[in-house]
């Protein structure tokens, strides 16, 4: 399974930043699709995760702002991201497994990741 991020970029507080990840290669394998994140000089952390049925799960500070969505045609998801702040600043990165989980070690397969930036 192969993982393409895209639709970083840099932004000002308060605007909107759309990403989008599409998987490849033996898709039947993966269920949940999942964005983490990684600020500078932190670890990783996960953000959001849909199901291949649409089940989802955000990480608190997700909830309100972001939203994540799937179009299984074309194994895609997206995460709408409004109303950024500076402290959302990092690296994001798609994730694939056959699971639904917030767990970074539980997933399987990851995308090159895509910067968002956003300045005060």
């Known amino acids: 399974v192969q993982l393409q991020a895209s639709g970083g970029g840099g932004v000002q507080a308060g605007g909107s930043l759309r990403l989008s990840c599409t998987a490849s290669?033996?898709?039947?394998?993966?269920?949940?699709m999942a964005w983490f994140r990684q600020a500078a000089g932190k670890e990783r952390e996960f953000v959001a995760a849909?199901?291949?049925?649409?089940?989802?799960h955000y990480k608190e500070f997700a909830k309100g702002r972001f939203t994540i969505s799937r179009d299984n045609a074309k194994n895609t998801i997206f995460l709408q991201m409004n109303d950024l702040k500076p402290e959302d600043t990092a690296v994001y990165y798609c994730?694939?497994?056959?699971?639904?989980?917030?767990?970074?070690?539980?997933?399987?397969?990851w995308g090159q990741g895509t910067q968002v930036t956003v300045s005060s």
């Open positions: 994730a694939a497994d056959p699971a639904l989980t917030a767990y970074e070690y539980r997933y399987d397969y």
């Open positions: 290669g033996s898709t039947f394998k993966i269920n949940a």
């Open positions: 849909v199901s291949r049925t649409g089940n989802t």
